[in-house]
């Protein structure tokens, strides 16, 4: 990315959208469920207050990073939930502070890091504008989890576009961690932004593509709905199968979200 400064940015405008959304919830609201299991709208902000400090720390403190990391090498099905309990034992009126601060920081040493910085993570290292984008990317998905839980509906952004990337990226991860061989062709996915602008990427001529509204297939390869309720859809079996295990982010799958209407 030639100016990284457009994802900072973005970054911060869905920091602050998520913000909104949550700085006059009362303790009741605090405490609903959302979608993901045993996790409430405490639950979701304590994730990513203990995400950003981790990013933080991948960006200024490398040694206890790998600290960190260490940690969760001990548990890794197990640790994203326990940093998410811990944090949700705080009470809201000292978090969500904390959580905005955490914001803020990583704000400022992403903005600062040094040009060609490859900065280590759970995963391979990554450069300031790709920490900047998965962070994005889990905000969103973790604020959709709020507005879920909160009954909102979220007018969606072009700031999607980095989600969307991620997503299209991350195809042969999602094959692998399923314990799948990706296919050996390129898809052409072509998905229509909120604004009514064509985001493609892949070969035009690819012999199988994947269509549909951005918005949809932010909602699945975040494993925020299910494919049957979105309006995504796969020409050739490879994309077929793909659109069934498609994730954005890295670790295990989870069980993804139900079809509406299912039985629970």
Do not use: N
């Amino acid at each position: 990315m030639a100016d990284p400064t457009p994802v900072f940015d973005d970054l911060r405008e869905e920091s602050e959208e998520l913000d909104r959304l949550v700085a006059e919830l009362s303790p009741t609201q605090w405490a609903l469920p959302t979608p993901a299991p045993r996790w409430t709208v405490t639950h979701q902000i304590a994730h990513l207050a203990w995400t950003d400090h981790a990013a933080l720390l991948a960006v200024t403190d490398a040694d206890a990073f790998r600290t960190l990391a260490e940690k969760a090498l001990i548990a890794p099905d197990s640790f994203v939930d326990e940093g998410a309990e811990e944090g949700a034992r705080i009470p809201p009126a000292e978090l969500l502070p904390r959580w905005r601060e955490g914001c803020t920081a990583l704000a400022t040493a992403l903005r600062t890091a040094p040009p060609g910085a490859r900065i280590p993570w759970y995963g391979p290292p990554m450069s300031a504008a790709s920490m900047a984008t998965a962070r994005l990317m889990e905000t969103w998905a973790h604020g959709q989890d709020v507005a879920d839980a909160l009954g909102v509906v979220r007018p969606p952004t072009d700031r999607l576009r980095h989600v969307a990337r991620i997503g299209v990226r991350a195809r042969d991860y999602a094959f692998g961690v399923q314990g799948l061989t990706p296919p050996a062709e390129e898809f052409r996915v072509e998905l229509i932004g909120p604004s009514g602008d064509l985001w493609a990427y892949g070969p035009e001529h690819a012999p199988q593509c994947v269509t549909g509204p951005a918005h949809d297939f932010c909602l699945l390869v975040t494993r925020r709905a299910h494919r049957a309720d979105l309006a995504v859809r796969a020409d050739g079996p490879d994309a077929d199968r793909w659109l069934d295990i498609a994730q954005a982010f890295a670790g295990p799958p989870g069980t993804g979200r139900a079809p509406k209407g299912a039985a629970r």
